[in-house]
Nanobody
Framework: VQLQASGGGLVQAGGSLRLSCAAP????????VYWYRQAPGEDRELVAS???????DYAASVKGRFTISRSVAENTVSLQMNSLKPEDTGRYYC?????WGQGTLVTVSS
């Protein structure tokens, strides 16, 4: 496993979680970094991206609720998720350069 994702869990609707993805030093988070998610029975979808000098974009469904960030010093990528909804349930994956994390499960109960 190249990237270690953590921070998932069970949370009630309206709650918050912070996902983190730690990369080994040879995989720099100054690359393009992304968070994807995959709900049961669904295709993987792009949730948030950070490219180059800091261009950031979000899926319309999470805009205003999720925030992607990175720490170059710690070589980590994070996803702060607020005001969670049941439809945010899924396995979340970080993607840095050409590498993928193993995913961390987020379950939002109604």
């Amino acid at each position: 496993v190249q990237l270690q994702a953590s921070g998932g869990g069970l949370v009630q609707a309206g709650g918050s979680l912070r996902l983190s993805c730690a990369a080994p030093k040879r995989i720099s988070v100054t690359n393009r970094v992304y968070w994807y998610r995959q709900a049961p029975g669904e295709d993987r979808e792009l949730v948030a991206s950070m490219i180059g000098g800091g261009y950031i974009d979000y899926a319309a469904s999470v805009k205003g609720r999720f925030t992607i960030s990175r720490s170059v010093a710690e070589n980590t990528v994070s996803l702060q998720m607020n005001s969670l909804k049941p439809e945010d349930t899924g396995r979340y994956y970080c993607h840095v350069g050409q590498y993928w994390g193993q995913g961390t499960l987020v379950t939002v109960s109604s």
